[in-house]
């Protein structure tokens, strides 16, 4: 044995002696994540961490030591200890630096509850659901769903690329709930859909991810990382020039988050562009995904009854009826959100300081990452120490009373399944954005659904609908989503 691999083994073995997860009841998970971080870190930079992370708890369970000092869970009851006790849960890593904004902190950047808290009390009333509600942005949010329709019945018999377009439509939803009258409509206007394709087709991933676990690497390598490999940086200057131009306007409705951070917050100009930003960025990828997904897997052959189903239940209903009376587009939403979540990847935190922390019966010392991915939570069975049965199934009807069950029987049937949804994360760091999103959903939904019949492009190849990852969230593997549309009968 070279020297050279005798270090190696006595740096791995220190490695493993010194991590406080060592105990005589070891965590679940290979040998080499006792050891190192390396192959948890490979997978990060080609973009399948959450599939390796998932494959894991398919193997080993609901506890999953993924790293020397990091634990993944998928149980509820997990989820519910690191994300909601106390309210928000254990304080945030420094992993969340990776999304700071002209290197200032947003809301969902904050690592500590306090500073979260305060800046959340700033922002949540324009985010409620009742504000969503009003004419400003229901009628901006079915204006631009009509326009989303037009474009998808022009494509006659060729298939629609809907991954670009849901992109433009949500861009143009988010915009309007942030920045109106001086949102964007990148569904028509080809300057407006230049800034869109710029954020929506980053590839920076494993640029940033370099930059934050090894900075100084990272300026070495900057040049050739670029020049020679191609790892580009995230450089958005026209997402950055609109948003610090439009962030600048005084005169911005009142049921705006740009109107409530100007005369109701005491952020300077710099803290409102950066906030603004970092939730058009969200916005525009989370929603988006989400739709392409779901509308992909809606127009699969195996899904033909559920789009059948959901489009009787739509074109039986008046236009003006209320989701809350549209039960099958709400199971159909919902379902989508738990087999493809916004937000798939782990969400990492500290375990508390200064105690050992018991999750799911396994003693966790201070300061070990801890965390869930929505992805393994929604897609675990029960045997699994999951939540739903047959979790690769697509079936909206889990989300309803089924023939033969009591009320009582469904209602505590839903509560154990809400307790396991984590698509809009958990507790009081949840995404704030969540009923923003559900409007954008539904009301795009109903849109298709009532005119059309939706069905897989035949130009598709296997593999460009495998979700792969970007820092939190994720996208289709081609970055592409050829769908057919065909109009329905009258």
């Known amino acids: 044995m070279t020297p050279l691999l005798v270090l190696l083994a006595l740096a791995l073995l220190l490695i493993y002696l010194l991590s406080p997860l060592i105990s005589r009841d070891p965590l679940p998970g290979p040998l080499y994540a006792r050891l190192t971080s390396l192959i948890l870190k490979y997978h990060e930079f080609t973009a399948a961490r959450t599939t390796y992370i998932h494959s894991l708890h398919l193997r080993y369970g609901p506890v999953v030591r993924i790293a020397p000092n990091e634990v993944a869970f998928a149980s509820a009851a997990a989820a519910?200890?690191?994300?909601?006790?106390?309210?928000?849960?254990?304080?945030?890593?420094?992993?969340?630096?990776?999304?700071?904004?002209?290197?200032?902190?947003?809301?969902?950047?904050?690592?500590?509850?306090s500073e979260h808290a305060k800046r959340k009390r700033l922002l949540a009333d324009r985010y409620a659901n009742s504000n969503i509600m009003k004419g400003g942005v229901m009628e901006g949010i079915k204006q631009r769903a009509r326009t989303f329709g037009e474009l998808c019945g022009q494509g006659g018999k060729e298939g629609v690329d809907l991954y670009a377009i849901l992109h433009a439509y949500a861009f143009d939803c988010v915009t309007l709930h942030l920045f109106h009258p001086h949102s964007t409509n990148s569904l028509t206007d080809p300057k407006d859909s230049e800034i869109m394709l710029e954020v929506t087709f980053d590839s920076s991933l494993q640029n940033r991810l370099l930059s934050h676990y090894s900075p100084l690497l990272h300026r070495l390598l900057n040049t050739f990382m670029v020049s020679i490999l191609s790892l580009k940086p995230r450089e958005t200057p026209l997402a950055d020039s609109f948003v610090l131009n439009t962030a600048a306007q005084p005169h911005a409705s009142p049921f705006t988050l740009l109107h409530r951070l100007h005369f109701q917050s005491p952020l300077g100009q710099i803290d409102i562009a950066a906030e603004s930003l970092d939730h058009m960025a969200a916005g525009i990828d989370t929603t988006g995904d989400a739709l392409c997904f779901l509308i992909w897997e809606l127009s699969q052959p195996s899904s033909l009854i559920y789009q059948q189903t959901l489009q009787a239940e739509l074109r039986s209903a008046s236009p003006d009826t209320p989701f809350d009376q549209l039960p099958y587009l709400d199971a159909a939403v919902m379902e989508g959100l738990r087999m493809f979540p916004a937000i798939p990847?782990?969400?990492?935190?500290?375990?508390?300081?200064?105690?050992?922390?018991?999750?799911?019966?396994?003693?966790?010392?201070?300061?070990?990452?801890?965390?869930?991915?929505?992805?393994?939570?929604?897609?675990?069975?029960?045997?699994?120490?999951?939540?739903?049965?047959?979790?690769?199934?697509?079936?909206?009807?889990?989300?309803?009373k089924s023939e033969g069950e009591t009320q009582a029987e469904f209602e505590e049937r839903d509560r154990g399944m809400k307790r396991g949804f984590m698509a809009f994360g958990m507790g009081g760091r949840g995404c704030i954005g969540k009923h923003l999103a559900l409007a954008e959903m539904k009301c795009l939904l109903r849109e298709v659904y009532t005119r059309f019949r939706t069905l897989p492009d035949e130009r598709m190849r296997a593999g460009e609908m495998e979700q792969a990852d970007l820092l939190v969230s994720s996208r289709p593997a081609g970055q592409r989503c050829l769908v057919r549309f065909e109009r329905l009968e009258a």
């Open 80 to 113: 519910k200890e690191i994300y909601c006790s106390n309210g928000s849960g254990y304080d945030k890593t420094e992993w969340y630096d990776l999304f700071k904004v002209y290197d200032r902190r947003t809301m969902f950047t904050t690592l500590g509850k």
């Open 345 to 400: 990847m782990s969400l990492p935190r500290y375990a508390p300081p200064g105690r050992t922390t018991i999750i799911d019966s396994y003693k966790i010392p201070p300061g070990t990452i801890v965390s869930c991915q929505p992805l393994s939570v929604q897609r675990l069975g029960p045997e699994k120490g999951g939540t739903f049965p047959e979790p690769d199934r697509f079936w909206p009807e889990r989300w309803l």
